[in-house]
């Protein structure tokens, strides 16, 4: 009975043990995945009286504690111009205050499409100068075609790669944060 007890025990120690190191592992991911966007994003310039601010902000800070969708697009690509007024739409209604956060990664061919594009959108962006980081997170994340949508939880786990169908099919964020979508 007592050496039941002791392995109950070891079996507990164990089993904390593993979730230590999973969310360990969780918050690595999530580190990595602020590492792979850079230290900043960019975002529309602000004006509100007679000061303006640059919409720049640290990733880490602007990200911490989000759902985050990483929204390809582009604004040469007509499905896009059509999706994303759609999504500014959602976003501002219900999605933002559910704990949202959108960063574009835009696919545009000049600084002048892409900021004219990013001036439509109320949230942030990667640089456009960061073309080496656009093409990393399309290639790993296997970005075929745009516009296309991908979730991470808060701490940068995978929820899905169809954000798109996935957002267009609860647009107020009634399933958020769509886990098991």
């Known amino acids: 009975d007592k050496f039941i007890r002791g392995i109950e025990k070891f079996e507990k120690k164990v089993d904390a043990w593993a979730a230590e190191g999973e969310a360990e592992e969780r918050r690595k991911k999530a580190v990595s995945f602020v590492d792979e966007l850079g230290p900043e994003l960019t975002g529309k310039m ?6 303006c601010s640059s919409g720049k902000a640290k ?35 219900d999605l933002a205050a559910k704990g949202l956060e959108i960063v574009f990664v ?5 600084q002048g499409s892409f900021d004219e594009y990013l001036d439509q959108m109320p949230w942030k962006a990667l640089p456009f100068s960061a073309r080496d980081k656009k ?26 790669t169809e954000g798109r169908e996935v957002v267009t099919q609860d647009p107020t964020g009634s399933k958020f944060p769509w886990k098991g979508a």
């Open 46 to 51: 602000v004006c509100t009286g007679d000061s």
């Open 135 to 160: 093409d990393a997170l399309g290639k790993k994340l296997h970005i075929k075609g745009i516009p296309s949508l991908v979730i991470f939880d808060a701490d940068g786990t995978l929820i899905t």
């Open 59 to 93: 990733t880490a800070d602007a990200l911490a504690g989000k759902t985050v969708a990483l929204y390809f697009s582009a604004h040469w690509c007509p499905p896009c111009r059509a999706f994303t007024p759609q999504l500014a739409e959602w976003y501002t209604k």
């Open 106 to 110: 835009s696919w545009d061919k000049d």
